[in-house]
Structure formats: structure tokens, C-alpha cells
């Protein structure tokens, strides 16, 4: 580790703390709907559209209509999305003139994007014309976004709200959060972008002569695509010359701030952010890993806010912190060690340490502090690739994801998720302090405690089943790129990307087939709307009960001591549900290796 | 409180009975109901199964071991078992003793509540509400019901264990009367005021057997949430299988981890600890209830009692000594004190009222003044009446009289005297300091001032202090005017007070306290407290008290102690602590389970997980076993624990949280470190594995 490296993270949660405060009252404001600073401009605009669309904004929802909203909403998003993709050979912008998209990899993406797991089975440039990038996948990340955000405060009102029956009004959250504060946030991270150098254009692509031409051996591939076995077995290859590349183009800047800010991830290019047209400077990429918490964290504020209680949102942003900043640190060291296994990368090490898999521009220290972040927060954007780190590295992101993509987590979700495990903590470190326990002052009572369990559960049993069903099945097991333990964690990996609504990938696993795209996509589903429909069922409980004032008697929240045992609970919940198959995978390769 | 509901928690009739019943309950149908403890047996089935096969036909594993791991899986759900067991029966011999005085009985039944009227002989278990009853000295109450006419006096001690007799009379507070007691004097006719079956003793039965227990709210969440975490490690622990088929497949090596290693492991993980001793928890609660002499009518209040926070405690006789004290003699201009202090004591020699007793006393102590005998000195004694609202005494032709202020006024008025001007302001004083004057008048010549005060119990201001601790605020109920009240809760330390109390101002009270979202306690014992009764979240009926306030309370205190509150507020938390603290001890075990077993059952693929063996356990079969031993083990060891109950303490909420966290948290983090390994080694020296 370097004191550069080091220093250059310290800075980026310098920045990220500074900004919470005013972003989250912001935020606040917005969803209370008192006047703020881009009410003289949108509130009309905001009257406008709920005009248009019919909304009542002053009918208010219980907690079932709020849920059927969110539900049906997303069904017809999903829709549109599969459609574009299924049509967009017919279509137009789409100068490369690309086919349909296969039903299930559609179907694979359809879920993929407006759950905002944005996991990629496909690679964009090579797949995607840009109407479906643009109205299919760049709009489904604002509104997977907006959904998210509206969910987490329908949970704040069910603390808010006493003896109501009722908890907001899902158009009108949606609404707020994409028109005040998504889109401007996106439209002006966009021009930043530009002016970096990340591209926005509707060109085709062009064709360039390389400097130095590249020899390699292709595999032969029959009429089918299929690769051709030759005699003993192996894939049968042919020498091939590489003489000039396609530069693929494309309105990417405006797609790359909203996939940062909403948590989405899904890059404009196959690799993603590594990519020179996605992030070309040490300043874009900066912006770009801190829009990745900006929102999640700043929500915890208007969480503390709306609440009435702020430290309430500052105990549980310090609980994020306090489980980041280690993991982040230790992946960044697992990458800089001289264990054995590096030396075998040969080249690829350096005097900053592992730099197999990385970018030489972007560095091994912020490549962990991307790769940490963007698994922390379910964001999934990679500037480096997973599958490169060391076994120990490796395994930071995928803890991360493990731990249910609370410690930030996805905007919104990411919070609810988090508010879930602080009613389990409060659960039984209320009962420690001799009463019933409570929560900003609900009683937390059998109703909680069962939809705080399948909102634990939902997503860990997904992880746990899906890896075990893609290792036991022909079709799983045939998209493993690496032997032995490696080859675990890439479907560990996937699985646990997939289920916690991560969407980064490790690479190496070839998941663009009817197995992954089918099984990945369902497990997408249950992990959003598993949790997202016990979350609202809290909500609603949570409002129709009657507050509890604070006395001497009730637990504290906000206290030091609460936010140790609500770490604990996270770690030991996540490493107890993990371990074994972690064991195999990442733990065992990293051990296995330096003996 | 009596001996005869203590018991000792190692009583050898109660162990073995207990042993017994762990076996009986093994029954599928009744683990059923606790989901963990489900868990672990279905896991013994299949552990027993898997250990015939392997009889017939080799699985791999030493039959021995998993003969092992099956029995101390059984010796799990038995443990469990015998926890509950334990804990029911200690209730179940305070039932046999209720049951006994509940036996059919013979009853009197009489048309007509008219003592002539023509008695019918039949079975206890056939009378019915409304039925009228005649019973005498030496019958025992057939059923529970109320005096409609005369008094007696009668044994409760079937119930209360106190043998002293109560009275028993028509009308007012103590007209109520619980069927098994027994008449001891004169007669009394009964209108029944329960069917059989419904009776107090039948209630009370039945909640001290835990026959009719039901999960409380809490319990029930407690019981999801170990659900969730049993559905958790289920999925965490069965994957094993799969993965490590991947894995043997995918480096040519070891072997898949087998079923039986998969069923420790689950069972290991599960939170066994917590799970097997939940119900017994809660028994043991209720139980602690019954030795505290307060009868719970459901396991709902116990619960309830431990979130109280807002205490309404009536002033007399719970805040108080129950009557006021002469505390000082203060005599007008021109008076010796001593004259007043004689005159008082004489006016106060045949009043046998506690608050005449105290001036007589107080008349002594000071100045010496002998207590006379009233008939020797030839004196008429002159009784309070609501008339006059005095009372004296007349003798060799002076009259001295005692009372109010106003009373006196008139009275020495009427004599022809005046009233001096400086009464006026003594008795002002007193009142405002939230004493009660009492003017001292001889003839038409005014003598003084007695002040008597309410005398604050010893101790309680201690009481209120810690519950003030608690959390929980303490309102003093009483029907005094609001200075005097003011007075003496300012002296007992009470958080706040309602004065010139009436049934209606009580009740607006509590509904306001729960309408703020507060769980309010009360005692009471009269018909006029059953409506705040009925409304308070937890109440405490005296079992003195009428059959309307037992019926409105949700537990009867036998000893009629109106500071029981206290020490109930406290049986509730510690029930909480208990499962919260176990709960946490329970989930923190899972660390050391995880780095005995998981090495173990890898090791064969991956050699070099064999470093996360740091506990340098000898084999992994012993490793396994010794996991599984400690489990089951530590579910005995808590037994103790979980029916006495976690000691609470009252500080506030943030230093139990971490003593708990401290104790149990890491405390379950360590320990089995230390059995697990402490195990092993014994197995390995006996060279067992």
C-alpha cells in the first residue's frame, strides 16, 4: 500500500462526508414537499406531469396500493424493455444494425435493469442499438432508482406516521425523486463527464488501423457459433491477425452519471467503466467512484431527518462506515501483497502489486476502492476486473454483496435493507434491556419480525440455492472459466451479485446462456420484490401503531454501543450464512495457494 | 409471603418427574410447535437412520461416530424437554395443592336468597352463575361468588397460604368470596358468581400448569425470528453437500462432506441454546409470579409488566403507613404547650382510631404525659361523628373537644368564645405544608393545634428512586385535597400525583398516559378502581378486594401488597432479559461451532483450510463430536439460568445493554472456545476418536 493510495482514499470519504449533510436535507425537503431550492422550477413541472398522467397527489396509499403500484409499475417497465430489445432490429438508432436480442437473454436484461441489479449477460457495443440503450436501459435506470427511493420513504413515514392507515403516495415519491433530484443531479454530472472526455454522440462506429498489428489464436466456430472440438478434445483454434479495431461510440455520458448516482452499474461498454470513453481521467474517475455512495449515503441524513432524529441516521451511517473502511483497506492490502500466487501473474505485478486485471491508468488503489464501493453500494459499474484479484481481494466484493447490499447499499434499497437489520438489532437488544422492543418508537412486534426475516432471508437462500443448483447443473457448470476453487467463486459470485441486486460481474463465468440468463434472472426478481414487498408490509404495520415516547427505560439508538451490536449482528448474520460456501471458494484458493 | 409456595430449585421428585416427561415429549406433535427444537429431532431421526444403514452397508464414517452424533442429538431434545419439564413442574405441585380444595363438595342450594329457605343438597360442580348458596362454620365455599348476606369470617389460606381469617360481609369492598376457602365462623348466603371450570381456582390452575399457556406476543416474534435464523443455516448447511460435490469433482480430491457432518453442523448452528429453553422461559416467568404470591392471569400481563411506565399507586397504604400521625403540638398565645399536649391526650384516650393512638403517643413521648385510664377518671367519652366531625371526651365538667378547624370554630361559637386570632394562621401553615390540623378546644377556650402528617413508609423514596432508574414514572393516586397531596408526594419522592381522586378522574388518567403511548400499572381493590382497572395495561387486583376488581385486573396479588408492583415490573423485565441475553448467547456460540467443524469437514478436500482448526482440535470426527457434546451440554447448564431468570438491575438502558452484551455477547463468543476444546481433549485422551 502506498501513502498515495492511501490518500487518495482518505480524500474520497473526506468529500463524500462533507456532501451528505446538504444532499440529504435536501432530500428531505423534497419528499416532505416543502419548498426548496428547485421548487420555483419544478413544482410546476411536477403539477404538470401529475396532470398528464392523472395522479391525485394528495391521495394517499396504503400500504398494499403503495406495493401494487410498485409492483405493476415495474411489470410494464420490464415489458417495454424486453420489447425494445426483441424489436430492435426494426427499430430506430440503430446505425450498427443489430439483431433482436435472444428471448432469454431480453428477458435476463428486462429484470436485470429495472430491478437496478444491471447485471450484463451481454456486452453493450456489441448487442445494444442505442434506442435500447436509451430508452430501454438508460431510462430503466433512472425509474429502478426512483422506485428504490420511494420505497425507503414509504418505510420512513411508517415510523413518522402514528395510528394512519396510510403511507404516501408511490407516483408522488417516484416522481420527486427522479424530477428534483436524479435528473438534476445526472444532467449536470453529465456535462462534468464531458468535459472529461466521456463521449455522448449517436455516431456509428468507426474502424481504425492499429499501430502495432496483434497475433492470436481464434477458435473455429461452426455455422452454429458453437466452437469445434478437434481431436484430443480441445477447443480447436486457427492463427489469426488483428490488423484494425472498431471504436464503438454513443450517447454514454449521460447513461454513465445516472448508472453511478442510481446505483445501476450497467456500463455503456461491455467492460464498463475501465473503459477510456466511460472514465478517460484520474478526475472522472474520482467523480465516478463517489457518485456511487453519494445518494445511498446522503439518504441515511434524510432518514435521520424526516425521523426527527438525526443521529438515528448518523448511528446507522457510522455502522456503514465502520464496516466499509476496513474491508476496503484490506482488499486494497490483498493487492498489493508478495503472496505466491502473484508471482505467477508474471508481468502483470508491479511495484503497486497485483496489476493483472487492472487498468495501468487507474492503479491498484483505485481499482480496490471502485471494486469496494461499487459491492458495498449495489452499484456494480467495475473498473477493474473482479475475477483478477487476489483470492482475499476477490473476496471483499463478494462479502460485501453478501451482507445484502445494506452497507450503503443500492439508493434506497440499500437503507431500507439496513433499517430491516436495525429492527432485528433493536429486536433483541430491546428485549436485553428488560422490555419490548421498540424502534423511533414502534413497538416492534411478531409482524416486523416475520417480514424482517424474509427480507434476510429471501436474498441469502437465493445465493445459497441458485449456487448450489448451478453446481450440480451440466449447463451451470459449463460456463466456469477457471478450475477448482476459482471456478466456485465465479458462480458464488454471480449468484450473490445476481440475488442482492449488485450486478457487478467477477468476469471469467459465461452467463449469457439459457441457464443464466433464466435462473439469474428469477433470482434478480426474488431479491428485489422479496424484500421490496416485506418492506412495505413493515411500513404500513409501523404507521398504524401509536408512538411510544422515549423514557430512561428505552434502548438508545443512536449510541456507539447500538451501532457495535448492530455491526455485529450484519457480520455474524453474514458470515455465518457465508462461510461455508466462502470456505470453498475464495478462502480455500487463497490458502491453498500459500501453502 | 408463606413457605409453602417456595420451592427449591433442585428438588429431586420434581427432577425425576421431569426426566420422565423430557422422553414423552420427544412426540413429533408436540415439537412441532417449537420449530428449532423440530429441527434438531428430525435431525436425530436421520442421524439414527443413516447409523442402521451403515450397519448394513459402510457409509464411509466409523459407525460409532455417528451412533455419537445421533445419541447427543437426542440428548439435545431431551435436554430442552427436561428444561420445560422442569419448569412446568414446578407449578404443576402449587396446582396439586389448589386442586386438592377444589375437589366436589357438597352445597346447599337455596331457591331464594332468605336464610329459611329449603335447602337442596347438591354437587359443587352443578351450580351455576346466579345460584344462591348458604354455607356455615366449617363448609367450604363451594364456588366463587358474592355475600349477599352476613358475615363471616373465613380461611383463605387454600389460596393464599396465609391462615389468618378474613372477613367476609354483604356489600362493599369485601363481599367477594373464592370457592375451596373455608367458612370459619357465623354463615353467609352466596349468589354464585362462576360456572365450573370458570371459577378463580380453575384459572389459576390452569395458568400455573401452563396447560393453557399460550405464546405470548413477544414469544411469538422471538419464535420467528429463530425460525428465520433455523431457515438461514438450513440452506447455509444443506448447500454444503452440493459445493463440496463440486468441489471433490473439480480438484480430483477428498471426499463429499457426509449427511451426518451436514446434520451437526445445522444442528450446531441453529439456535438450539435459545430454542430449547424458550418455553421454559417463559414457565419459569409465570412461576416466579406465583413465588412473588401475585397469580398471573395470563402470560401476556407478565410480559406487559416488564414495559410498564407509568406506576399509579394509590397514597394510602402504599406511599403511606396508611394513616396520619401527630407529629407536633402548637399552641395558641397564652397556652402552655404541655396543657395542650394533656388536653389532647385526654380527648384522645378512648379513641382507638390510629390517628387518636398516635396523639396519645405523641403526648408521652415529649412531655411525659402518662396515658390515664379513661374510666377511672370518670369520663365520657364523645366519638367522631360525620355530625359533629369532632370527638373528646367530658369530664368532672369540662368538655374538650378535638376536629377540624371549622368544626371547632363553630363550636367554640356556640359556647361563647372567640376564636383567637392566631389559629387562623397556624392551621393555614400546616395545610399548606400538606399536614392536617386539628384544633384543640377546651370549653369556649381555644388550646391549640395538634398537626398530624402523613408518615412516608420507610424505604419507599428508595423505591421510587429506582424505578425512577427504571424508567418508569410513579403517579400517587389519593383522595386528598391537592396541597396535602402535593406535601406528601414532594416527601415520598413520586413523580407526579392526582389529588381529589375519583374513579372517573382516575380512568381519564390512564387514558391519557396510553393515549401518549404509555403502558400504565395500577393496584386497586374496591368495585369503584374495576374501571381503571379494566382499562390500566397491567392491574393488580388484591385478592381482598372485591370479585369486580379481580374480575377487571389482570393478576391477583394473594398478599394484598400494593408495593408489589414493583417487584412484578421487575419478574416481567428479567422474563425479557432472559430471552434477549440467551438469544444473544445463543447466535454468538455459532463462532466457535463454525471454526470446530467447517476445518473438519473440509479438511479432506482442502487440506489447507486446515488452519482455521485454531482451536487445534485433535481429529475432525472429534472435532465434530466435541461441538455437538457442547451444544447439547450448554442447554443443561443453562437450565438454572433460564428458570431463575437474568438478575435485573435497574439502571438505565444503555449500561444493561452493555453489561449484557459484555456477559452474554462476548461472554458466548468465548466460552465455547474453552468447551469445545476442554471436550475434545477429554475425547482424545480417552482416545475415543
Redesign the interface.
Known amino acids: 500500500m502506498t501513502g498515495s493510495g492511501l490518500f487518495q482514499i482518505g480524500l474520497y470519504f473526506a468529500v463524500l462526508v462533507v456532501l451528505i449533510k446538504p444532499l440529504g436535507s435536501y432530500m428531505a425537503k423534497v419528499y416532505e414537499g416543502t419548498p426548496n431550492l428547485l421548487t420555483p422550477i419544478l413544482r410546476p413541472v411536477e403539477k404538470l406531469l401529475y396532470r398528464i398522467f392523472g395522479v391525485h397527489s394528495d391521495d394517499e396509499m396504503p400500504w398494499r396500493t403503495y406495493t401494487a403500484s410498485v409492483l405493476v409499475f415495474n411489470l410494464l417497465g420490464a415489458i417495454v424493455v424486453y420489447l425494445l430489445q426483441r424489436f430492435q432490429q426494426s427499430l430506430p438508432l440503430n446505425p450498427q444494425g443489430f439483431p433482436a436480442v435472444s428471448w432469454d437473454s431480453s428477458f435476463n436484461t428486462a429484470v436485470s435493469f429495472i430491478t437496478n441489479t444491471n447485471w450484463q449477460g451481454y456486452g453493450g457495443e456489441s448487442t445494444m442499438s442505442y434506442l435500447t440503450q436509451m430508452m430501454g436501459l438508460g431510462v430503466q435506470n433512472f425509474l429502478s432508482a426512483a422506485t428504490a427511493m420511494a420505497v425507503l420513504i414509504a418505510l420512513i413515514r411508517g415510523f413518522v406516521r402514528r395510528n394512519a392507515q396510510t403511507i404516501g403516495n408511490f407516483w408522488v415519491d417516484f416522481t420527486r425523486s427522479i424530477l428534483y433530484i436524479l435528473l438534476p443531479l445526472s444532467i449536470v454530472f453529465t456535462v462534468v463527464l464531458v468535459s472529461q472526455g466521456v463521449v455522448q454522440n449517436f455516431k456509428p462506429y468507426r474502424t481504425a488501423s492499429l499501430m502495432q498489428t496483434v497475433s492470436y489464436d481464434k477458435p473455429v466456430v461452426d455455422s452454429q457459433g458453437n466452437t469445434v472440438k478437434d481431436a484430443s478434445g480441445k477447443d480447436k483454434t486457427e492463427p489469426a491477425v488483428m490488423k484494425e479495431q472498431q471504436i464503438p461510440f454513443g450517447p454514454a455520458a449521460s447513461q454513465i452519471a445516472i448508472k453511478q448516482l442510481g446505483t445501476n452499474g450497467g456500463g455503456f461498454f461491455n467492460v464498463n467503466s475501465a473503459h477510456p470513453f466511460e472514465n478517460p481521467t484520474p478526475l472522472s474517475n474520482f467523480l465516478e467512484s463517489l457518485a456511487i455512495l453519494l445518494i445511498a449515503a446522503a439518504l441515511c441524513y434524510t432518514f435521520g431527518k424526516m425521523a426527527g432524529d438525526t443521529r438515528q441516521g448518523w448511528a446507522l451511517l457510522a455502522a456503514m462506515f465502520i464496516i466499509l473502511i476496513p474491508l476496503l483497506i484490506f482488499c486494497y492490502y490483498s493487492e498489493t501483497i508478495d503472496a505466491p500466487y502473484v508471482k505467477n501473474l508474471g508481468a502483470a505485478v508491479t511495484s503497486d502489486g497485483n496489476m493483472e486485471g487492472k487498468e495501468v491508468r487507474i492503479g491498484v488503489a483505485n481499482s480496490a476502492l471502485w471494486a469496494t464501493v461499487t459491492t458495498a453500494a449495489s452499484n456494480g459499474s467495475v473498473n477493474a476486473m473482479h475475477d483478477s484479484f487476489s483470492p482475499l481481494g476477490g473476496l471483499i466484493p463478494l462479502f460485501l454483496m453478501q451482507l445484502g447490499e445494506i452497507i450503503f447499499g443500492g439508493v434506497g434499497s440499500g437503507l431500507y435493507g439496513m433499517i430491516v437489520f436495525a429492527i432485528?438489532s433493536v429486536?433483541?437488544?430491546?428485549?436485553?434491556?428488560?422490555?419490548?422492543p421498540e424502534y423511533l418508537?414502534k413497538k416492534?412486534?411478531?409482524f416486523?419480525?416475520?417480514m424482517?426475516?424474509?427480507v434476510?432471508?429471501i436474498p441469502?437462500?437465493c445465493v445459497?440455492?441458485g449456487?448450489?443448483?448451478a453446481?450440480?447443473a451440466k449447463d451451470g457448470?459449463a460456463g466456469i472459466a477457471n478450475?477448482?476453487?476459482h471456478?466456485?467463486s465465479e458462480i458464488l459470485y454471480a449468484f450473490s451479485s445476481c440475488a442482492n441486486n449488485n450486478g457487478s460481474a467477477f468476469a471469467g463465468l459465461s452467463a449469457n446462456t439459457l441457464f443464466y440468463n433464466i435462473v439469474l434472472g428469477i433470482v434478480m426478481l426474488l431479491g428485489r420484490f422479496g424484500v421490496i414487498v416485506p418492506v412495505l408490509a413493515i411500513a404500513g404495520s409501523l404507521a398504524g401503531k401509536?408512538?411510544?415516547?422515549v423514557?430512561?427505560?428505552?434502548?438508545?439508538t443512536h449510541?456507539p454501543?447500538?451501532v457495535v451490536?448492530l455491526i455485529?449482528i450484519i457480520i455474524?448474520?453474514g458470515?455465518?450464512?457465508?462461510?461455508?460456501?466462502l470456505?470453498?471458494g475464495p478462502?480455500?484458493e487463497h490458502?491453498?495457494a500459500?501453502? | 409471603m408463606t413457605k409453602k409456595l417456595k420451592q427449591n430449585l433442585f428438588d429431586w421428585h420434581l427432577i425425576s418427574t421431569a426426566a420422565i416427561e423430557s422422553v414423552v415429549k420427544l412426540n413429533p406433535l408436540y415439537q412441532i410447535r417449537k420449530p428449532v427444537m423440530f429441527v434438531v429431532e428430525i435431525g436425530s431421526v436421520l442421524t439414527t437412520a443413516l447409523f442402521i444403514t451403515c450397519l448394513f452397508k459402510p457409509l464411509g464414517e466409523p459407525p460409532a461416530f455417528i451412533l455419537a452424533v445421533s445419541l447427543w442429538l437426542w440428548f439435545t431434545v431431551i435436554f430442552a424437554n427436561f428444561a420445560e419439564s422442569m419448569a412446568e413442574g414446578r407449578g404443576k405441585a402449587q396446582a396439586e395443592n389448589l386442586r386438592s380444595s377444589r375437589r366436589d363438595i357438597q352445597a346447599n342450594l337455596i331457591p331464594t336468597p332468605d336464610r329459611n329457605a329449603k335447602v337442596t343438597v347438591v354437587s359443587s360442580s352443578k351450580l351455576r352463575k346466579g345460584d344462591y348458596v348458604i354455607v356455615k362454620a366449617g363448609d367450604i365455599i363451594p364456588s366463587d361468588g358474592e355475600v349477599t348476606e352476613g358475615v363471616a369470617s373465613v380461611n383463605e389460606s387454600a389460596i393464599t397460604g396465609e391462615s389468618a381469617p378474613v372477613i367476609r360481609e354483604s356489600g362493599g369492598d369485601r363481599s367477594a368470596v373464592t370457592g375451596g376457602t373455608m367458612i370459619v365462623s357465623d354463615w353467609l348466603i352466596i349468589r354464585i358468581t362462576a360456572n365450573p371450570g370458570e371459577t378463580f381456582i380453575d384459572r389459576m390452575i390452569s395458568m400455573v400448569e401452563g396447560a393453557k399457556r399460550q405464546k405470548t406476543?413477544?414469544e411469538?416474534?422471538?419464535d420467528?425470528?429463530l425460525?428465520?435464523?433455523t431457515?438461514?443455516?438450513l440452506?447455509?448447511?444443506?448447500?454444503?453437500v452440493?459445493?463440496?460435490?463440486?468441489?471433490v469433482k473439480?480438484?480430483s480430491q477428498g471426499t463429499p462432506v457426509s449427511v451426518t457432518i451436514v446434520t451437526a453442523l445445522l444442528v450446531c448452528?441453529i439456535p438450539t441454546t435459545i430454542g430449547g429453553l424458550l418455553s421454559a422461559i417463559g414457565i419459569a416467568g409465570m412461576d416466579r409470579m406465583i413465588q412473588a404470591n401475585v397469580i398471573a392471569m395470563s402470560g401476556r400481563a407478565v410480559?406487559?409488566a416488564?414495559?410498564v411506565?407509568v406506576l399509579l399507586l394509590d397514597k394510602t397504604g402504599t406511599i403511606t403507613l396508611g394513616n396520619r400521625q401527630a407529629t407536633e403540638f402548637i399552641p395558641v398565645r397564652g397556652i402552655d404547650v404541655k396543657a395542650l399536649a394533656d388536653a389532647a391526650q385526654l380527648a384522645s384516650l378512648a379513641d382507638e382510631t390510629p390517628e387518636g393512638r398516635s396523639i396519645v403517643v405523641l403526648a408521652k413521648n415529649l412531655y411525659g404525659i402518662r396515658e390515664r385510664d379513661i374510666n377511672t377518671l370518670h369520663a365520657k367519652f364523645i366519638p367522631f361523628s360525620a355530625h359533629t366531625r369532632m370527638s373528646g371526651v367530658n369530664m368532672d365538667g369540662k368538655e374538650i373537644r378535638k376536629g377540624a378547624s371549622d368544626a371547632v370554630l363553630e363550636y367554640v361559637r356556640n359556647q361563647g368564645g372567640v376564636f383567637p386570632s392566631d389559629v387562623g394562621s397556624i392551621v393555614d401553615e400546616i395545610a399548606r405544608e400538606g399536614a392536617t390540623p386539628l384544633v384543640v378546644a377546651e370549653g369556649k377556650k381555644v388550646l391549640g393545634v395538634i398537626r398530624l402528617k402523613d408518615i412516608v413508609k420507610g424505604g419507599i423514596k428508595e423505591r421510587f428512586a429506582q424505578l425512577?432508574?427504571?424508567?418508569?414514572?410513579t403517579v400517587m393516586i389519593t383522595g386528598d385535597n391537592p396541597l396535602t397531596a402535593a406535601a406528601v408526594a414532594a416527601d415520598a419522592g413520586v413523580d407526579d400525583f392526582l389529588a381529589e381522586a375519583t374513579p372517573e378522574a382516575k380512568l381519564k388518567l390512564i387514558r391519557e398516559h396510553q393515549?401518549?403511548?404509555?403502558l400504565v400499572a395500577m393496584t386497586g381493590d374496591g368495585t369503584n378502581d374495576a374501571p381503571a382497572l379494566a382499562q390500566a395495561d397491567v392491574a393488580v387486583a388484591m385478592n381482598t378486594g372485591t370479585q369486580a376488581a379481580k374480575e377487571a385486573g389482570n393478576m391477583v396479588d394473594l398478599d394484598s401488597n400494593p408495593t408489589k408492583l414493583i417487584e412484578i415490573v421487575e419478574i416481567?423485565?428479567?422474563l425479557?432479559?432472559t430471552?434477549?441475553?440467551l438469544?444473544?448467547f445463543s447466535?454468538?456460540n455459532?463462532?466457535a461451532k463454525?471454526f470446530a467443524i467447517?476445518p473438519a469437514a473440509?479438511v479432506g478436500?482442502?487440506?489447507?483450510?486446515g488452519?482455521?482448526n485454531v482451536m487445534k482440535l485433535a481429529t475432525p470426527l472429534s472435532a465434530i463430536l466435541s461441538a455437538v457434546i457442547f451444544n447439547a451440554l450448554i442447554i443443561v447448564l443453562l437450565i438454572p439460568l433460564a428458570l431463575r431468570g437474568v438478575k435485573?438491575r435497574p439502571l438505565?438502558?444503555?449500561a444493561?445493554?452493555?453489561n449484557?452484551?459484555l456477559i452474554?455477547?462476548l461472554g458466548g463468543v468465548i466460552v465455547p472456545f474453552i468447551g469445545i476444546k476442554a471436550i475434545d481433549m477429554l475425547i482424545s485422551t480417552l482416545h475415543i476418536f
Open positions: 432485528i429486536f433483541v437488544a430491546g428485549l436485553m434491556v428488560g422490555r419490548t418508537g416492534i412486534e411478531s416486523e419480525m416475520k424482517s426475516s424474509l434476510i432471508l441469502a437462500v445459497l440455492l449456487t448450489a443448483i453446481v450440480i457448470v478450475p477448482g476453487p471456478g466456485f401509536k408512538h411510544v415516547p423514557g430512561s427505560g428505552t434502548l438508545p449510541t454501543l447500538f451490536f455485529g455474524i448474520v458470515a455465518l450464512t457465508f462461510l461455508p460456501s470456505s470453498l478462502i480455500a490458502l491453498t500459500i501453502k | 406476543p413477544n411469538i416474534a422471538l420467528i425470528l425460525a428465520g435464523l431457515i438461514i443455516f440452506i447455509a448447511t444443506v448447500t454444503i452440493p459445493f463440496s460435490f463440486f468441489s473439480a480438484i448452528l410480559e406487559a416488564g414495559d411506565d425512577r432508574r427504571m424508567g418508569i414514572k393515549a401518549g403511548g404509555r416481567g423485565k428479567q425479557l432479559i430471552r434477549g441475553t438469544t444473544t447466535v454468538a455459532d463462532v463454525y467447517l473440509f478436500i482442502y487440506p489447507a483450510l488452519v482455521l435485573y438505565g438502558a444503555s444493561l445493554l452493555r449484557n452484551l452474554y455477547g
